[in-house]
């Protein structure tokens, strides 16, 4: 079974407005983390946001918020007043504390498109 | 700017063929790991060394090998080249533990063939 799981192969969203990218994730430890990472075309990796699973409100840095649901097991990032420079490839990544150092396991990514 | 930089950028290598990819980690980050990157997918852990030892692999076989140095550089090997390696390699450096993210470079783009 899938430890990452984001549905949306593709999405797109208008210039301005607000959009939310889903990730799911599945495991049995109590203490792990969340990240989001933003890779546009060049292939860097951009750390945006990170979760952990104690942190008891959700995370905010910026135009981006992290929607944390437990309980679901979700962990869906919204960005707000979407920009053309954020029309990139979008990865979900949990770290779990059990696990060898800071092993990142990565979902399959969603491609967001902002249209001007 | 992440302070971790990868070289080659792009690399064409010939099935069978032996490569090393390069990584210069963050000052002060103790932990480097690296990623491959297969077109179309997200990263998959390779393996992690901590303190110039490996101490954490993914399912990769043993022709997947490294190197961490004091001055926390770090080299990835791969052996007898197949043309499924080819990839974006991505490495990463951090902190062990807590909070803090992983730090990645540009990658290196290895084509095989």
């Known amino acids: 079974a899938q430890k990452i799981t984001q549905t949306q192969p593709g999405m797109f969203v208008q210039e301005k407005e607000a959009v939310t990218l889903d990730c799911t994730y599945d495991?049995?430890?109590?203490?792990?983390?969340l990240f989001w990472y933003k890779q546009p075309s060049s292939g860097e990796m951009i750390f945006l946001i990170y979760?952990?699973?104690?942190?008891?409100q959700n995370a905010t840095e910026g135009r981006y918020s992290l929607n944390f649901q437990k309980a679901r097991k979700s962990a869906n990032l919204v960005i707000s007043a979407s920009q053309l420079g954020d029309s990139a490839m979008y990865f979900c990544?949990?770290?779990?504390?059990?696990?060898?150092?800071?092993?990142?396991?990565f979902g399959g990514g969603t491609r967001l498109m902002v249209k001007p | 700017e992440t302070g971790v930089t990868q070289s080659p950028t792009h690399l064409i290598k010939t099935r069978g063929q032996q490569v090393t990819l390069r990584c210069s980690s963050q000052?002060?980050?103790?932990?480097v790991s690296w990623y491959q990157q297969a077109l179309g997918q997200g990263p998959q852990f390779i393996f992690q060394?901590?303190?110039?030892?490996?101490?954490g692999r993914g399912n990769f076989p043993p022709r997947f090998s490294g190197l961490q140095f004091p001055n926390y550089s770090s080299e990835l090997n791969v052996n007898a080249l197949e043309l499924d390696d080819s990839a974006l390699y991505l490495c990463?450096?951090?902190?062990?533990?807590?909070?803090?993210?992983?730090?990645f470079g540009q990658g290196t783009r290895l084509t095989v063939v």
């Open positions: 495991t049995s430890d109590q203490s792990y983390g």
């Open positions: 990544a949990m770290r779990e504390v059990e696990n060898a150092g800071n092993m990142l396991t």
């Open positions: 000052s002060g980050h103790n932990t």
């Open positions: 979760q952990g699973s104690y942190d008891e």
């Open positions: 990463a450096s951090s902190l062990v533990g807590g909070k803090t993210e992983a730090f």
């Open positions: 060394y901590y303190r110039e030892e490996e101490n």
